[in-house]
């Protein structure tokens, strides 16, 4: 099969491309669409084009200097180019000639005559015809400019020198004036014809050795080719729009070895009238032969009015936005009968639906008769589909065939012709006819042009239609996108390639005012509205704002942006920003969009859920530290007392050794204190229905506070006897804790001697109880009130607060059913009162005599564990006067000396070790010796675990803290020991 030529169609406006890309797909030509210049390039760059239909005028260019660039390029030195252009002036002329085109081709053009011309200048390949003009000149003759035009084309393309004649006698002029190596001559023209014209050329004795060759459209008979022969030319042969023949006879005429040719001078009288004779009756022949056809001609005109009438009612259907089928029906009435024929049909397919229009009245069809075209449905499919023309009756179709359709259709021929091309079928134009011959050629022609017209008016009209259904698809996708932008949340600004801002939403505008659209640039945006960086106060560079940085090309992923402007709140907003490139279906990028998400609670949720972790480590870190305090001051307290009984033991008073041993006590006695109020903080949070002890709390927040208190102010305490509360006491020691550093902090250090901080309790009734703390700091406004508990606002300066002290007293107080509220007025101090919900007193205990203390046991052996050796020997010396004490300091080694037999009366052991803990030797020793472990003695300096936790809580085991006193510890263990079973 040989390949379809490439043509390259390059032409911007769509209706244009639509109907030349049908006329020359249906004429076989493989069609290549650039709707501009830059289009233009990439497919002349990728090669494979023979041919380059060029408009002059394009969106990105003008036609001019592209046809320069294709010519700048030697390897596209034979590629055919056509200039399209509707008007041309002499200037264009000039250009047109300049740059390169081969020939121009005039908008608007019919079809035949574009495909003949896209033909002619279809490049020659060597094989074809060579190149046998090469040095040699040659004359052309022609009247009709179209077609010397592309005979004079040709003829250069094959290396010759043409020189142009409009008529013969103007060829005879230049012939005489410059003597050409053969001559090319019409035979119908104007003044002097081509018989008369070779004859001239035979009687001068310069010329008669030139060959002519004689070409024509009209002398078509024996007797014609005779009389060329007889007047001296080489031959007559018949005009094709590749002119194929004549170029082979005329290089068989240039290779013949030149010679004189009859008629000369010296013809006979008798011969030159035979000749005139013969001349005459062949013109007269051809005038009766013109007559004839211009007979034809008027007929081929109403033929050519009924097409006219059709292209009339498709541009009156096209411009009016009507139905166009049905345009087509009515028109399609009036132009067959214009052509004699009386009925016909419109099968028209649009991605697999058939559609049928009857034209005419045919009373015998009906629907599904012609649907199924007349039982052979078949034979429909293969027109569409293959686009070939059905006659019938033909040799397309056998005979017994092709009378069953005529029958059932009631005709005497039918003519099927399709529409579309093979890449897109459209369906079939059906013309019958009782008598009208339609196997004739222009009746056959007249339905092939009226079925081209119709593909170019459906081909407009779907792509009016495409058009209209693309419009009303992106004025609904514009719809709908301005719906959400305008009414989501997140904020949208987008900024156009030079960084303009272009568009925001209205959430955009909320936070951003009118900044957020317009004509100011984001180089200068970060500025007027207020975007800082990650730590709030540096302003955001403009080269890193993420919408600079996807005009640049790049995305942009949750960058996070600090807001502080006068439409934010005093403390600013935070964002979180994500930005893309804004680019078009061709990757041209064009802008960028950034979206903003507010994150500001979520940060604030973050920063609370920090600092409750901050807080959790703090008590943890308080409980291990009272924990490693306790062990050591729990020997150091043993000790003294030790000490303390020895001197009375003694007698004597010990002077200045026994006012040192009671500092050193009142010392000791001022840790415990202390490790007891950092245990009360670091206690886990307890259940709702825990009470407090509210002056221990107090008393205990006050002495933490104490350090920040003293150089800022004297604090007056006065706490009334007080029922418990609703709470739990390391939570409210929190709360209190909180209000004092505050009130503290609100008073300028150095200035103790002249404020004060006052603790005041009182009772109102029995089920509240309510505390006041006052100072004479500074004081507050009244927005500063309102806003005081809210997360995150402070009144310190930046990095001094985190804006959820107050907030969390708040929470915590409100949680066990409390209140807490605040009066101040600047300059003269502030007042936050705390509501408490009483708890219900405790059930009254019967008074029993007090218990004698136990009279002292017999000796018992005792096993101290003990991972501080310290606490161990304390014990050991605490309890050796009356029983024999062992101590070790590794809980295994204990464990195995109780598998190995030792018998201990009771066992005392610490509750947090690090290679066995307390928890864990319970365990084991219940299963070694079940009766010790029921009358252990835990030792602790503070459960810091929730297994530790849980366990003190599941046992009854007697629990000692450290540091502990002497005579308790005593009291302790001789009451385990008289125990049942001890």
């Known amino acids: 099969m040989t390949a379809r030529s490439r043509v390259l169609l390059v032409e911007d406006n769509p209706?244009?491309?639509?109907?030349?890309?049908?006329?020359?797909?249906?004429?076989?030509?493989?069609?290549?669409?650039?709707?501009?210049?830059?289009?233009?390039?990439?497919?002349?760059?990728?090669?494979?084009?023979?041919?380059?239909?060029?408009?002059?005028?394009?969106p990105d260019g003008d036609g001019f200097s592209l046809a320069e660039w294709i010519r700048a390029d030697p390897a596209r030195a034979d590629l055919s180019l056509l200039a399209f252009t509707g008007l041309v002036s002499a200037a264009d002329e000039a250009r047109i000639s300049a740059v390169g085109f081969d020939d121009v081709v005039i908008k608007p053009i019919e079809?035949?005559?574009?495909?003949?011309?896209?033909?002619?200048?279809?490049?020659?390949?060597?094989?074809?015809?060579?190149?046998?003009?090469?040095?040699?000149?040659?004359?052309?003759?022609?009247?009709?400019?179209?077609?010397?035009?592309?005979?004079?084309?040709?003829?250069?393309?094959?290396?010759?020198?043409?020189?142009?004649?409009?008529?013969?006698?103007?060829?005879?002029?230049?012939?005489r004036a410059r003597r050409p190596d053969a001559i090319v001559s019409d035979v119908l023209m104007p003044e002097i014809d081509g018989f008369a014209l070779c004859r001239e050329i035979r009687r001068d004795p310069t010329l008669r050795s030139v060959p002519v060759l004689l070409v024509t459209n009209s002398y078509v008979a024996p007797a014609d080719r005779e009389l060329a022969h007889g007047v001296g030319a080489f031959d007559?042969?018949?005009?094709?729009?590749?002119?194929?023949?004549?170029?082979?006879?005329?290089?068989?005429?240039?290779?013949?070895?030149?010679?004189?040719?009859?008629?000369?001078?010296?013809?006979?009288?008798?011969?030159?009238?035979?000749?005139?004779?013969?001349?005459?009756?062949?013109?007269?022949?051809?005038?009766?032969?013109?007559?004839?056809?211009?007979?034809?001609?008027?007929?081929?005109?109403?033929?050519?009015?009924?097409?006219?009438?059709?292209?009339?009612?498709?541009?009156?259907?096209?411009?009016?936005?009507?139905?166009?089928?049905?345009?087509?029906?009515?028109?399609?009435?009036?132009?067959?009968?214009?052509?004699?024929?009386?009925?016909?049909?419109?099968?028209?397919?649009?991605?697999?639906?058939?559609?049928?229009?009857?034209?005419?009245?045919?009373?015998?069809?009906?629907?599904?008769e012609l649907e199924r075209f007349f039982g052979e449905p078949q034979l429909l499919e293969e027109t569409v589909f293959q686009q070939r023309p059905l006659v019938i009756p033909s040799e397309q179709v056998s005979a017994e065939r092709g009378r069953a359709i005529l029958s059932r259709a009631g005709v005497s021929e039918v003519l099927l012709t399709p529409l579309g091309s093979s890449e897109k079928p459209m369906g079939?134009?059906?013309?019958?006819?009782?008598?009208?011959?339609?196997?004739?050629?222009?009746?056959?022609?007249?339905?092939?042009?009226?079925?081209?017209?119709?593909?170019?008016?459906?081909?407009?009209?779907?792509?009016?239609?495409?058009?209209?259904?693309?419009?009303?698809?992106?004025?609904?996708?514009?719809?709908?996108?301005?719906?959400?932008?305008?009414?989501?949340?997140?904020?949208?600004?987008?900024?156009?390639?030079?960084?303009?801002?272009?568009?925001?939403?209205?959430?955009?505008?909320?936070?951003?005012?009118?900044?957020?659209?317009?004509?100011?640039?984001?180089?200068?945006?970060?500025?007027?509205?207020?975007?800082?960086?990650?730590?709030?106060?540096?302003p955001f560079p403009s080269e890193r704002l993420p919408l600079a940085r996807a005009i640049r090309g790049e995305s942009v992923e949750r960058e996070q942006v600090h807001v502080r402007n006068p439409r934010t709140p005093p403390d600013g907003s935070w964002w979180s920003v994500s930005a893309r490139p804004l680019e078009l279906s061709d990757g041209a990028r064009i802008g960028g969009v950034a979206v903003f998400r507010d994150v500001t609670a979520e940060r604030r949720a973050q920063e609370q859920l920090?600092?409750?972790?901050?807080?959790?480590?703090?008590?943890?870190?308080?409980?291990?530290?009272?924990?490693?305090?306790?062990?050591?001051?729990?020997?150091?307290?043993?000790?003294?007392?030790?000490?303390?009984?020895e001197l009375v033991a003694a007698g004597t008073d010990g002077g200045e050794m026994a006012e040192m041993l009671a500092d050193a006590q009142e010392g000791a006695r001022r840790v415990q204190a202390i490790v007891r109020d950092l245990k009360t903080f670091s206690r886990p949070r307890q259940g709702s229905d825990a009470t407090a002890n509210l002056e221990r709390v107090l008393a205990s927040s006050a002495r933490m506070a104490h350090n920040e208190i003293r150089h800022r102010a004297t604090l007056d305490m006065q706490v009334s006897d007080l029922p418990h509360v609703h709470g739990s006491e390391s939570r409210l020691g929190q709360v209190f804790?909180?209000?004092l550093v505050n009130a503290a902090q609100a008073i300028p250090d150095g200035a103790g001697r002249e404020h004060a901080i006052r603790i005041r309790t009182r009772a109102p009734d029995p089920q509240r109880v309510e505390v006041e703390i006052s100072d004479t700091g500074e004081g507050m406004d009244e927005e500063t009130m309102r806003k005081l508990f809210s997360p995150f606002y402070t009144t310190k300066e930046r990095g001094g607060g985190t804006g959820l002290g107050l907030a969390i007293c708040h929470r915590i107080v409100t949680e066990v059913g409390g209140e807490i509220g605040v009066r101040s007025q600047i300059g003269m101090g502030t007042t936050f009162t705390v509501r408490l919900r009483a708890a219900a007193p405790a059930a009254p205990v019967e008074r029993r005599p007090a218990p004698s203390p136990p009279t002292p046991s017999a000796r018992s052996r005792i096993l101290v564990v003990d991972d501080e050796p310290s606490v161990g020997i304390a014990v050991q010396r605490v309890l050796s006067r009356d029983h024999d004490v062992s101590v070790e300091t590794d809980p295994v080694v204990a464990l195995e000396r109780v598998r190995g037999g030792e018998l201990f009366d009771l066992v005392l052991c610490d509750l947090m070790m690090?290679?066995?803990?307390?928890?864990?030797?319970?365990?084991?020793?219940?299963?070694?010796?079940?009766?010790?472990?029921?009358?252990?003695?835990?030792l602790t300096g503070g459960a810091f675990t929730d297994a530790a936790r849980e366990f003190l809580a599941e046992r009854e085991n007697p629990c000692i803290e450290k540091p502990f006193d002497v005579r308790g510890l005593r009291r302790t263990i001789d009451t385990q020991l008289r125990r049942p079973g001890t």
């Open 236 to 368: 007559l042969v018949l005009r094709t729009p590749d002119l194929r023949e004549a170029l082979q006879r005329l290089r068989d005429c240039l290779d013949a070895a030149p010679a004189p040719l009859a008629p000369g001078p010296e013809t006979p009288d008798a011969t030159a009238g035979a000749l005139d004779r013969a001349h005459l009756r062949r013109v007269l022949r051809q005038l009766e032969r013109q007559v004839a056809i211009n007979g034809r001609v008027g007929q081929r005109a109403a033929l050519l009015s009924a097409e006219l009438s059709v292209l009339t009612g498709i541009a009156q259907a096209l411009t009016e936005h009507s139905d166009v089928q049905e345009t087509l029906r009515h028109v399609l009435a009036a132009c067959f009968d214009a052509a004699g024929i009386s009925v016909g049909a419109l099968y028209l397919c649009d991605q697999g639906v058939k559609r049928v229009l009857r034209v005419g009245m045919s009373p015998r069809w009906d629907e599904a």
């Open 737 to 739: 804790l909180n209000l």
């Open 914 to 938: 690090p290679r066995l803990g307390g928890p864990e030797f319970h365990a084991e020793l219940a299963r070694v010796a079940p009766s010790l472990a029921s009358t252990m003695v835990i």
């Open 428 to 538: 079939a134009l059906l013309t019958v006819s009782h008598g009208a011959q339609l196997t004739l050629h222009d009746r056959r022609q007249f339905a092939e042009a009226v079925a081209g017209q119709i593909t170019q008016a459906l081909a407009v009209a779907g792509a009016f239609a495409e058009s209209v259904e693309a419009r009303r698809q992106a004025q609904e996708q514009a719809a709908v996108l301005t719906s959400i932008l305008a009414n989501i949340a997140d904020a949208v600004v987008v900024a156009d390639s030079e960084g303009t801002i272009t568009h925001s939403n209205h959430a955009a505008q909320a936070i951003f005012g009118d900044h957020s659209a317009g004509h100011l640039r984001h180089d200068r945006w970060s500025e007027a509205v207020g975007l800082f960086l990650e730590d709030a106060v540096t």
């Open 111 to 175: 079809p035949s005559r574009l495909i003949d011309t896209v033909r002619a200048h279809l490049p020659v390949h060597r094989g074809d015809v060579d190149a046998f003009g090469t040095g040699r000149r040659l004359l052309l003759a022609d009247d009709d400019p179209g077609q010397r035009k592309l005979a004079a084309f040709r003829l250069r393309k094959l290396g010759f020198e043409v020189e142009l004649a409009s008529d013969g006698k103007a060829a005879l002029s230049a012939a």
């Open 15 to 58: 209706i244009t491309q639509k109907l030349v890309h049908f006329a020359l797909d249906r004429a076989g030509f493989e069609v290549r669409l650039a709707p501009d210049a830059a289009t233009a390039r990439g497919e002349l760059s990728a090669g494979g084009v023979d041919l380059v239909l060029l408009d002059l005028v394009l």
């Open 610 to 645: 920090m600092v409750a972790d901050r807080m959790a480590s703090l008590g943890l870190l308080a409980a291990g530290v009272a924990h490693e305090i306790n062990n050591p001051l729990a020997a150091v307290m043993a000790n003294l007392e030790l000490i303390e009984d």
